[in-house]
Nanobody, 125 residues
Framework: QVQLVESGGGLVQAGGSLRLSCAAS????????VGWFRQAPGKEREFVAQ???????TYLDSVKTRFTISRDNAKNTVYLQMNTVIHEDTAVYYC???????????????????WGQGIQVTVSS
């Protein structure tokens, strides 16, 4: 059983930075696709970024110049560095994982087998 635990969320001022972490247990992330999703109040959960087990990275267009996803295999952890945050980045952020594959849609929630509990990020103006 894979367990994912997010950390690093909180309150940040607009224009500031925050780094989210997703620590995994039960499976090595080096053979796993890991994605970040977010859900703002009253909205559907949306894709933010994914790092494929083999290296390729995909971003939501609105974050690609501000957010960076990375992995540290030694720590079995994936990070989401969030820079120049804006109010619209306020949401609960979730990490999600699945066995590494190129055959399943990157941005689809249903493509991921394991989910963290989520962590709140609030951007103040």
């Amino acid at each position: 059983q894979v367990q994912l635990v997010e950390s690093g969320g909180g309150l940040v001022q607009a224009g500031g930075s925050l780094r989210l972490s997703c620590a995994a247990s039960g499976r090595t992330l080096s053979s796993t696709d890991v994605g970040w999703f977010r859900q703002a109040p009253g909205k559907e959960r949306e894709f933010v970024a994914q790092i494929n087990w083999n290296g390729p990275i995909t971003y939501l267009d609105s974050v690609k110049t501000r957010f960076t996803i990375s992995r540290d295999n030694a720590k079995n952890t994936v990070y989401l560095q969030m820079n120049t945050v804006i109010h619209e980045d306020t949401a609960v952020y979730y990490c999600a994982a699945r066995p590494g594959t190129f055959l399943r849609p990157i941005q689809s929630l249903g493509s991921y087998d394991y989910w963290g509990q989520g962590i709140q990020v609030t951007v103040s103006s």
